[in-house]
Structures are given as C-alpha cells and as structure tokens.
C-alpha cells in the first residue's frame, strides 16, 4: 500500500497532483524550492516538508515533477537514492529526455531501488481534475505498483515498455501533436484565403479522413470546439515554448538514434520562430496567427 508519499516539484502540474494524492487519504510530504508553491500544496492538504530528504525519508513512494531532465539527476542523485527507504517505489513524472531517465534508473537500481520514468499527458486541467494518462518505462513486475501509486492522479495508465520507453512515447506523440497541429493550421488558413467558412470546414474535417486530435478536440479556430484556447485568444492550454521543448527533445533523441524525422524537425522550426518572435506563452495552436499572417490579432 502506498500510505506516504514524497512529492517534489509542486508547480502548475505538480500542484494539481500531489494535492490528488492527499484527497485520495495518502500523507504527502511535499517539496519545493518555491515558498509560494509550498504554501499551495500545504492548503490542498499536504505536509510541507523542510528538505528534499526530509521528505522521502519515510516514504512508500517518491514522486517527482520536475521542469527537466538535469533538475531529475541531480534531485536523484544528490538527494532522494540514500536518503529514501530502499523499499520506496521511485517515480519520475517529468517530461525529460530519454538518456537521462535511463541513467536515473541505473543509478537507482545500482542502490537497490526501483524507478519509473511515468511522464502524463493530459496537462493542467488533467493534473488538478485527477485524470492524466501516464506512459511507462520499468520493469514489467514493477507496474502493478507504479499504477498503485499512480492511480489518484490518473485516468489511464499504460507501459511503454522498459525504462526509457515512457519518455521515449512522450516525445514520440508529443512530436506527433506538434506536426498535426501545424497541418490543422495550414488547412484552416487555407480554408479561409479560400473564402470557405473555417467553422463549416470543422463540420467537414471532422468527418473526414483529415480527421485528428488537433481538429476534433482543439480546433485552432474559435467556434466548433468551446473547451478549445482558441475561444479564449489562445491564452492557458500548452504554451509554445513547451511544445518547442518537447520537439527538441524528439529532434535531439533522433539525432542521436540516426532516425529520420523531417516533419518534426520542420515543426521544431516554426515552433522556434513563433517562440522567438515573442509568442512562447500562446497555447501551440496559436500556431495558426503567424501562418495567417496575422500575429497582432
Ligand atoms: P513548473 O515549472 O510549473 O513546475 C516545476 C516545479 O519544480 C517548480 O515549482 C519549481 O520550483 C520546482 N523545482 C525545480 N527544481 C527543483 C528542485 N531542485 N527541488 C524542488 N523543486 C524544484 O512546470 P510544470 O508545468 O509543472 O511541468 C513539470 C513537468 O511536466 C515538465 O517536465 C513539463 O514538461 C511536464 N508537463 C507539463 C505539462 C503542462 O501542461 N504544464 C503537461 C505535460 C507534461
């Protein structure tokens, strides 16, 4: 059973998410480096604690929600492997790259622990309402706990396969998303320099073989969709220069297995240049502004 649990890293997503688990009756001893991030998860129920070790030092499970992959090793490294019991279950939540959750897992099970790498899709909204989708990387007799210990903050639960294989799934769709996101983009504008209703075009698109996420459930064109950030000037949602994140660490993990990739290495580009020219905290389906020309509106 997991009856205690270390929560380190309590922003917008961790926030939501350790303050699931304390619903759920679990004790969380909660970390950050952030004053007003404790001040949070304390009145969501959870019990501050004083130092990284001083809250995994009693724990059933460690789980982490860092911003990247060198905060992950060092937290690791310096402040969770020696300090938790060798019986807490480890679970890393970030999105990070798929060599360092390897190293992680290895420096883990050189001192007898085990570890995860567990990132989410789903983000805020998901992290606060208890319904991310976690994808998986461990062993395949860990994963009974891993979705244990998961299971107040999530919807599904999947394993991608061995360590590594939970990030490496991340990136993969996420790169995915960013790709079909740009082409929903272009078609609408296209749509639209047509003289063809981009709202009568969802009607169209949404029951045709151009059918995907980024048409069905986030349109970039207000109207057909109501939940999507296009009804709300693009503002909330997943920021660009997150999506700029996750497609370089997609570029930087093809690079170095020699695959072939040149629609996300297309996608990092747009999403780097719309970044740059002062967009990074648009929700990515903003996208569609600077391709219609019209990034004032
Ligand atoms: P965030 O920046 O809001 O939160 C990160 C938190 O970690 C901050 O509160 C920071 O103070 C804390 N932190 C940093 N270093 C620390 C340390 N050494 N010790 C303790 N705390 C430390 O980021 P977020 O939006 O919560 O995202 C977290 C991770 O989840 C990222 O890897 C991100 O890519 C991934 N993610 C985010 C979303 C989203 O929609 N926001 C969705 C899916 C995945």
Request: aromatic share 18%; no cysteine.
């Given at each position: 059973a997991f009856e205690k649990i270390a929560f380190i890293g309590l922003g917008n997503m961790g926030g939501g998410m350790a303050a699931n688990q304390a619903k759920a009756g679990r004790e969380v001893r909660a970390f950050d480096l952030s004053d007003a991030a404790l001040a949070r998860a304390e009145a969501a129920g959870c019990r501050r604690a004083t130092s990284i070790a001083d809250a995994v030092s009693e724990a059933d499970a460690v789980i982490t929600m860092l911003p990247a992959g060198p905060h992950v090793l060092s937290v690791y490294a310096e402040q969770v492997l020696g300090h938790a019991p060798k019986s807490a279950l480890l679970l890393d939540c970030s999105t990070i790259d798929v060599e360092t959750a390897r190293t992680v897992a290895g420096l883990a099970s050189e001192q007898g622990y085990v570890f995860a790498d567990a990132p989410v899709s789903g983000g805020t909204a998901a992290a606060d309402a208890g319904t991310l989708a976690f994808m998986v990387g461990c062993d395949e007799a860990a994963f009974p706990g891993v979705e244990q210990a998961l299971e107040p903050m999530s919807r599904i639960t999947i394993r991608?396969?061995?360590?590594g294989a939970g990030q490496a799934a991340k990136i993969c769709n996420n790169m995915l998303l960013g790709v079909s996101m740009i082409g929903v983009c272009e078609a609408v504008a296209l749509a639209e320099r047509l003289g063809l209703d981009p709202e009568r075009f969802f009607e169209i698109a949404s029951k045709s073989s151009g059918q995907c996420w980024s048409v069905t459930?986030?349109?970039?064109?207000?109207?057909?969709?109501?939940?999507?950030p296009s009804n709300r000037?693009?503002?909330?949602?997943?920021a660009t220069a997150m999506m700029l994140k996750d497609l370089k660490l997609a570029q930087d993990a093809a690079a170095k297995a020699g695959a072939t990739t040149p629609m996300g290495a297309q996608a990092e580009a747009l999403y780097a240049l719309f970044d740059r020219l002062?967009?990074?905290?648009?929700?990515?389906?903003?996208?569609i502004q600077m391709l219609r020309g019209r990034l004032d509106e």
């Open positions: 991608a396969g061995d360590h459930s986030y349109y970039p064109w207000p109207g057909p969709v109501p939940a999507a000037g693009y503002a909330g949602g997943f002062g967009h990074g905290g648009k929700d990515f389906s903003a996208m």
